[in-house]
């Protein structure tokens, strides 16, 4: 079992960055892919980025590709997501998320494969 916490989030301004953190307890943490979720007031959770236990298989959500990346360090049991160039639209609380694999590449998109999640940080992006 694995649990995490993420950090990072606060209020920024439009054009601004952030760097989220999800810290994971344990031993084991590459033994899990990661993915980071996110989501609005009165929206359904949405699909931000993913990567696999290895650190090279990595996914991105379509609405952050060029803005967002997705990075980890096995060595002090933490995934990142580096957001660049904030929009108002990425205002949301942002989960990570883990599910323990054998298969060092594999990565997913879908939230109902991940089985440990943390309890989110708001990020909120004035325009």
């Known amino acids: 079992q694995v649990q995490l916490v993420e950090s990072g989030g606060g209020l920024v301004q439009a054009g601004g960055s952030l760097r989220l953190s999800c810290a994971a307890s344990?031993?084991?943490?590459?033994?899990?892919?990661m993915g980071w979720f996110r989501q609005a007031p009165g929206k359904e959770r949405e699909f931000v980025a993913a990567?696999?236990?290895?650190?090279?298989?990595?996914d991105y959500a379509d609405s952050v590709k060029g803005r967002f990346a997705i990075s980890r360090d096995n060595a002090k049991n933490t995934v990142y997501l580096q957001m660049n160039n904030l929009k108002p639209e990425d205002t949301a609380v942002y989960y990570c998320?883990?599910?323990?694999?054998?298969?060092?590449?594999?990565?997913?998109?879908?939230?109902?494969?991940?089985?440990?999640w943390g309890q989110g940080t708001q990020v909120t992006v004035s325009s």
């Open positions: 998320a883990a599910d323990r694999t054998p298969f060092t590449e594999l990565i997913t998109a879908q939230g109902g494969d991940y089985n440990y």
């Open positions: 344990g031993r084991t943490f590459s033994m899990y892919r």
């Open positions: 990567i696999s236990r290895s650190g090279f298989g990595i």
